[in-house]
């Protein structure tokens, strides 16, 4: 009898926890599981997405996106360098400026404020800034390396096809550095200050401390900032697209998955194709999301 009403305590545990799961899990299917199935089914259709005749070609799509597509290889490798961009600069100036910032500091809540402003900006404002502060005529930027005597450095930084893709990789991880900063800033405050006056009496430099103890023991931090880093800056769209619009002089050297699946879709008319190259963006993301998470908690340490 005890065992049946422990049973049965159990399940009514579980039923009530399911009800309260249940609006997220139908949230979660209608808005994020039922659009992938739908864009998988596309992707096998040659269709223009303007009638109902939809002709089914298979796997035709991918077979001509994998072998027979320049475009697509272009793209997805600026894609790779755009990610490998965002990820170095983002990080390395997020965690520059929370290890200033975890420390007491007059004014230090002031500066955390400042720093996570532009991530509430939206990317339009964001892109319409930079787009002037870029101007290889006015802009603030070549007035700035006037002014210092670095005129040597001075270009037209959208307009060229070597520095274009770049300058937009800045903007992204210029809107948020201050989002993985506040990961920074949370990870440090976790580290027990014990471990730093220990290595204190070992006499252990900054460096070394930084290298063996802060390092080490901020790894989830890292892998939760290089994990958002990366699947964001893989579906950029709006960035490029408005800085670098389709058919300008540098459209073609900053195209990504995002802007190439629009031209496809739209431009071009072939939305069962472009549901391919979405789909495949969608595989390369999780691909590289697993094994990052896999790689930083192969390095877990604990304390």
């Known amino acids: 009898m005890r065992r049946l ?3 049965s ?9 399911l009800l309260f799961t249940l609006p997220a899990l139908v949230i979660y ?47 997805l490798w600026h894609n790779a360098v755009y990610m490998v961009t965002v990820v170095l600069i ?9 290890l200033i910032l975890a ?14 402003l532009p991530v509430v900006l939206s990317n339009v404002t964001l892109a319409l800034v930079w787009s002037y502060m870029f101007d290889p005529m006015n802009g603030f930027l070549n007035s700035l390396l006037q002014s210092t005597g670095l005129s040597f450095l001075t ?57 063996h103890v802060t390092v080490p023991l901020l790894m989830p931090a890292i892998m939760m900032n290089v994990v958002l880093a990366t699947t964001g800056s893989l579906k950029v769209f709006d960035l ?5 619009p389709p058919g300008g002089p540098v459209s073609s050297s900053t195209e990504v998955l ?29 691909i590289v999301g697993f094994v990052q998470i896999r790689l930083f908690r192969a390095k877990d340490i604990g304390y």
Do not use: H
Request: hydrophobic fraction near 50%; charge should be positive.
């Open 29 to 75: 299917t209608a808005f994020f599981l039922l659009p992938i199935v739908g864009n998988a089914y596309l992707s096998l259709f040659d269709w223009n997405g303007g009638n109902t005749k939809m002709r089914f070609v298979g796997l035709d799509n991918f077979i001509r996106l994998l072998t027979d597509d320049k475009e697509f290889a272009s793209a």
């Open 155 to 211: 270009r037209n930084w959208l307009g060229d096809p070597g520095t274009a893709l770049f300058s937009i990789a800045f903007v992204n991880s210029w809107q948020y550095v201050g989002y993985s900063m506040v990961i920074f800033i949370a990870g440090l405050l976790t580290i027990p200050e014990s471990l730093y006056e220990a290595a204190d009496i070992d006499g252990a430099s900054r460096f070394r401390k930084f290298i």
């Open 103 to 116: 420390k007491k500091l007059w004014g230090g809540n002031f500066f955390k404020t400042i720093f996570l």
């Open 5 to 7: 009403s422990l049973t």
């Open 240 to 244: 490029i697209y408005i800085i670098t």
């Open 90 to 98: 983002q990080l390395t100036l997020a965690l520059i400026f929370a």
């Open 258 to 286: 995002g802007t190439l699946i629009y031209k496809i879709g739209f431009t071009y008319g072939e939305m069962g194709y472009a549901s391919a190259v979405s789909l495949v963006l969608l595989i390369v993301i999780m």
């Open 9 to 17: 305590e159990r399940d009514r545990r579980n039923i009530i926890l």
